[in-house]
């Protein structure tokens, strides 16, 4: 297989008898940027790596709070206050420890956008939960050379058959793809090709209450905190990181 050494021959045998060497050498070869590695984000990750990714960027400015632990993966009681990246890269390393992790403790803004590369990638994946910042993101990466695919809004959600996969401008009933097709007209920020997204059009009330500050500092980047269980966010994941393996095996 391309690209892998011995170990990771071993450690892809089972993925090389279903797809064959040529393919895993395109999945070797392949190289992906990741953005947000929460909720959905750290399962994509994952999966990524175990599917034979090896070259992978993963973004993220945030440390691990008390409140990751329902739904994130590398998320646990004992590394609350840890970046975020930081053990997510551990992790990746000790699923495969030859694979090109690169952690960035940061976040992609239009402010920023210039220290990314995105042309120097294959795939572009966008696990961002702010609103302006994933506009921003969708808007470059569609004029990039990569591909691009998306994440949706995940959270008040708890029936796993309703998640789909659709275009940007055919996702309905997700209001968070909603607002982003509103703003990025008003702005004239239309993307420049297609793009796939993982959504689902199931939206609940929340019926708990939501953690005080206090209780959970890293509430306080986000404008509004929302309801989720782990296994919608790991299917939107999970689905995301297929979109990849299925677009460089086709």
């Excluded at 691990?64 to 990746?92: F, H, P, Y």
């Excluded at 990314?116 to 994946?125: G, H, I, K, R, S």
């Excluded at 990569?146 to 009933?173: C, H, N, Q, Y």
Aim: hydrophobic residues 40%; proline residues 3%.
């Amino acid at each position: 297989m391309s690209e892998y050494s011995d170990r990771e021959t071993a450690i892809f045998a089972r993925t090389e008898l279903l797809l064959g060497e040529e393919l895993m050498g395109r999945i070797s070869a392949a190289r992906v940027i990741l953005f947000g590695v929460g909720g959905v984000g750290s399962w994509c990750a994952e999966s990524l790596v175990r599917s034979g990714i090896r070259h992978l960027t993963i973004v993220d400015a945030d440390t691990i709070s008390a409140s990751n632990v329902n739904r994130q993966l590398m998320a646990t009681s004992l590394n609350v206050g840890s970046v975020k990246t930081e053990v997510m890269k551990a992790r990746l390393l000790e699923i495969n420890p030859e694979a090109e992790i690169k952690a960035i403790n940061g976040v992609y803004t239009a402010e920023t956008a210039d220290e990314f590369e995105l042309d120097a990638y294959d795939y572009v994946l966008d696990c961002i939960d702010s609103l302006k910042d994933k506009m921003a993101l969708l808007y470059n990466a569609s004029a990039s050379k990569a591909k691009l695919f998306s994440s949706m809004g995940s959270a008040l959600k708890v029936d796993p058959t309703r998640i789909r996969v659709a275009e940007f401008w055919k996702v309905r009933g997700c209001p968070l793809g909603s607002m982003l097709r509103k703003r990025m007209r008003q702005r004239d920020m239309l993307p420049a090709k297609e793009f796939l997204c993982v959504y689902d059009d199931e939206v609940l009330p929340n019926l708990g209450r939501a953690p005080e500050p206090e209780e959970d500092p890293g509430l306080f980047k986000k404008a509004q905190t929302n309801g989720t269980l782990s296994h919608i966010t790991g299917i939107f994941g999970l689905t995301l990181a297929g979109l990849v393996i299925k677009d460089i095996i086709a």
